[in-house]
């Protein structure tokens, strides 16, 4: 219980941890989507506090984690221009490319800007008329109405100068393609509380229908996780497979539909490759051809480039949930947190990040 | 990057591109879009991810989320500050 200590609520926190115990009769398999939340899990130390048979596995909800080689090695191409100023989400800088990565381009003098909000990359047009202002749009259904929005609001001003690299990822059919291969062991989910939000419930009780398997929408606070595992137990020891809401305080039925009508507005969805698992169908967006002239890869003709990952990295795996970041021969000798083999060591929610930076388990090699 | 960070709004204005205004996250306060959120009033508290709210949520909640994030150090991951442009 030397975790427990730490939370604002404890005695909650305590209770639910005695509550799954007492609930659990039989081994269960749980996966968390969100790499927020395995970020919580690791930094509170949950998996210790469950029973022996409850096994947390990761899930492919990182978006820099997921971000295809072959784009970072287009936003990596476009910050080299130098016609080029490129607006990004701080996670990214660090990503390995198949040759480089965007902060040795920063270094070498290439123009990168930091934002908080990809409104500063629209503002950044605005200001500097003379340079192309290319925004690295990326992120799960989280991110992608404050993206359209970016969009939208370049179109609306009429900016000849703001593009968008863009490549954004959906949650459901990645689950979907889990729950599809032979021999998966995930018995149930947590889904993401913020891409639900935006998106509501419906896409997630179709999934629960379609594979007879229960899906809790949960938060980020240890507590919140800790009643979603409850939650899943519960439903897993009574046989049933339903949808729950965990995160009542920010998640309704129908989700955010101003949000969900700007993305409708600007993106639609496409077949997209992820980063270590391959090309899944209809699990992106991509801009409409409306936005066409907003579109950095037609702007700038860029091509695909047949790229490979590094050959010891096992991210494919870890972000499948089928090896955790300890099982890999490089982790924490070859792949650091300074020097990083794949992008789940970079991101701030990559499940090998949170292994590494809580150092719990021994790097033994 | 699904991060979002609770905050008190303090003021709502209209501009071209829909509702912006200024939200408190503890002792630092930014711009906010309040375009997906179009029932916000102003002392409410909202979930707010790369500059835009995306939902409202019960105070306590929202003061309760803050210190955990504070605590994970993750606040000033999620709110760099303003680059000068």
Known sequence: ?365 | MCLAIPGKVLEIESSMGGRIGRVQFGGIVRQVQFTFVPEVRVGDFVMVHVGFAISVVDAEEAERTYQILQSMGLLEAELPPVETL
Not at chain 1, 32 to 39: A, D, K, P, R, V
Not at chain 1, 181 to 186: D, L, M, T
Not at chain 1, 332 to 352: D, F, I, K, Q, W
């Open chain 1, 1 to 365: 219980m030397k975790y427990i200590d730490e939370y604002r609520d404890r005695d909650i926190a305590q209770k639910l941890v005695a509550r799954i115990a007492s609930r659990t009769r039989h081994p269960w398999v749980l996966m968390e989507i969100c790499g927020g939340q395995t970020h919580t899990i690791m930094r509170y130390g949950l998996d210790e506090l469950l029973p022996r048979g409850i096994e947390l596995v990761h899930g492919p909800g990182c978006p820099v984690c997921v971000t295809p080689l072959e784009m970072i090695d287009k936003a990596v191409a476009l910050a080299s221009r130098p016609d080029v100023t490129l607006v990004s989400y701080g996670d990214m800088l660090r990503v390995p490319g198949s040759q480089s990565d965007l902060l040795r381009v920063k270094a070498r003098g290439g123009d990168i800007r930091v934002v908080y909000s990809p409104m500063e990359a629209v503002r950044i047009a605005k200001a500097n008329p003379q340079r192309q202002i290319v925004f690295f749009a990326i992120g799960f259904e989280t991110t992608a109405p404050a993206n359209a929005m970016a969009v939208w609001e370049a179109k609306r001003l009429g900016l000849s100068n703001f593009s968008a690299l863009v490549s954004h990822v959906i949650v459901p059919p990645a689950i979907r393609l889990l729950l599809a291969q032979p021999g998966v062991r995930v018995q149930g989910f947590i889904a993401p509380g913020h891409v639900c939000t935006v998106m509501g419930c419906s896409e997630y009780e179709e999934l629960v229908s379609e594979f007879h398997v229960p899906i809790v929408i949960g938060g980020f606070e240890p507590v919140d996780l800790l009643e979603a595992v409850l939650m899943l137990v519960e439903q897993l020891e009574n046989g049933s497979a339903e949808l729950q809401n965990q995160y009542v305080r920010s998640v309704s039925r129908s989700g955010n539909v101003p949000a969900q009508a700007i993305m409708q507005a600007v993106f639609e969805v496409c077949d997209r490759k992820w980063r270590g698992i391959g090309c899944i169908a209809q699990s992106g967006y991509r801009l409409r051809p409306e936005f066409a002239a907003f579109d950095a890869e037609q702007l700038f003709g860029l091509e695909e480039g047949g790229v490979e990952e590094p050959a010891e990295c096992i991210s494919a795996l870890v972000l499948q949930g089928r090896k955790k970041p300890p099982d890999c021969a490089a982790f924490g000798v070859r792949c650091t947190a300074e020097n990083p083999l794949g992008a789940p060591m970079v991101s701030a929610e990559g499940a090998c990040a949170a292994y590494y930076q809580y150092r719990r388990h021994a790097i033994v090699h």
